[in-house]
């Protein structure tokens, strides 16, 4: 692997790390509230699963140089993006900027994906 692709490779890994992360802290944040809705714990309870997920698919991809890590991190991302997107539009969308947020979270799931792609590829 070249350099620049290793960095790229380390970089993407630890963005995914932090990111993944952020949604279990996100998660413990709303499980330790006071006054959380419903619909709000369910929501946290599949952020952790993502979060916790993407982690253990990211040391599976160091571990491995197959396609499974980057199928099963498209699987829970697609997964996860449903749920957000439903969650989503049965509160009410009320404001345009909610959709922003929501290509903002594609993004995320996009990059945390490329970044398992480019983890299993590092012998190309």
């Known amino acids: 692997m070249k350099p620049q692709n290793s960095m790229l490779a380390k970089g993407l890994t630890v963005f995914s790390g932090l990111t993944s992360f952020a949604f279990v802290y996100y998660a413990v944040g709303i499980w330790t509230a006071d006054y959380a809705p419903e619909w709000s714990r369910v929501f946290a309870y599949v952020a952790a699963g993502y979060g ?12 491995s140089r197959g396609t499974g890590p980057a199928w099963a991190n498209k699987l829970i991302a697609l997964c996860f993006f449903g749920v957000f997107l439903m969650d ?35 012998g190309d």
């Open 52 to 63: 916790l997920g993407n982690i253990y698919i990211l040391s599976w991809a160091w571990r």
């Open 88 to 122: 989503m539009w049965k509160t009410g969308v009320e404001s345009g900027l909610e959709y922003v947020g929501a290509l903002g979270l594609a993004g995320v799931l996009f990059l945390n994906w490329f970044a398992v792609k480019k983890i299993t590829g590092r």
